[in-house]
Antibody
Framework: QVQLVESGGGVVQPGGSLRLSCAAS????????MHWVRQAPGKGLEWVAF????????YYTDSVRGRFTISRDNSKNTLYLQMSWMTVEDTAVYYC????????????WGQGTLVTVTS | QSALTQPRSVSGSPGQSVTISCTGS?????????VSWYQQHPGKAPRLLIY???KRPSGVPDRFSGSKSGNTASLTIFGLQADDEADYYC??????????FGTGTKVTVL
């Protein structure tokens, strides 16, 4: 079965950087597009970024474009999110999730990792 | 990329039906038949309930039903059960490989 395990969350100061990882198993990772979605404490879901299975062309929500970079290592079945110039508004649980191969939807989700930006 | 609009909360008694609306624009819900719905219990990851406006993944009860008219999608939960008490989010494609979520709706089972 699909398993996604995020790691790398923690506390970072405003202006700082952090890299999240998402270890995938139970499916052929190299053939799936992948997403990052975040959820600020007590708030709703926000789509953050998407990377295609072949790493060609990445897509970002406006608020993180130029600061965050999504990447993947298909040899390690791992998805990454490099976050830089972080602000308090980036405080959230970050989920990695799979993109359906059959249609345009986000289907399987990890359990998330908490990122807190505070001075 | 403005969030889709959902009611903050809806409630119903066990066995009743509730409907959650999700209003977007011509740039998302109104153009694409790629609306999905997610259920999220407290402290848990979201779970896909509905995709492509009306389709259910295997394992999702047929008590959950999706529809769309114009710029508004809807999720109806028939035969409300205690375990349905959760937050529900809609999501729509908003362009090539970009998505937008709804503001979320808390469903309370009275």
């Amino acid at each position: 079965q699909v398993q996604l395990v995020e790691s790398g969350g923690g506390v970072v100061q405003p202006g700082g950087s952090l890299r999240l990882s998402c270890a995938a198993s139970g499916f052929t990772f190299s053939t799936y597009g992948m997403h990052w979605v975040r959820q600020a404490p007590g708030k709703g879901l926000e789509w953050v970024a998407f990377i295609r299975y072949n790493e060609k062309n990445n897509y970002y929500t406006d608020s993180v474009r130029g600061r965050f970079t999504i990447s993947r290592d298909n040899s390690k079945n791992t998805l990454y999110l490099q976050m830089s110039w972080m602000t308090v508004e980036d405080t959230a649980v970050y989920y990695c999730a799979t993109d359906s191969q059959d249609t345009e939807t986000i289907d399987y989700w990890g359990q998330g990792t908490l990122v807190t930006v505070t001075s | 990329q403005s969030a889709l609009t959902q009611p903050r909360s809806v409630s119903g008694s066990p066995g009743q039906s509730v409907t959650i609306s999700c209003t977007g624009s011509r740039g998302d819900v109104g153009t694409y038949n790629y609306v999905s719905w997610y259920q999220q219990h407290p402290g848990k990851a979201p779970r896909l309930l509905i995709y492509d406006v009306t389709k259910r993944p295997s394992g999702v009860p047929d008590r959950f039903s999706g529809s769309k008219s114009g710029n508004t999608a809807s999720l109806t939960i028939f035969g409300l059960q205690a375990d349905d008490e959760a937050d529900y989010y809609c999501c729509s494609v908003a362009g090539r490989f970009t998505y937008v979520f709804g503001t979320g709706t808390k469903v309370t089972v009275l």
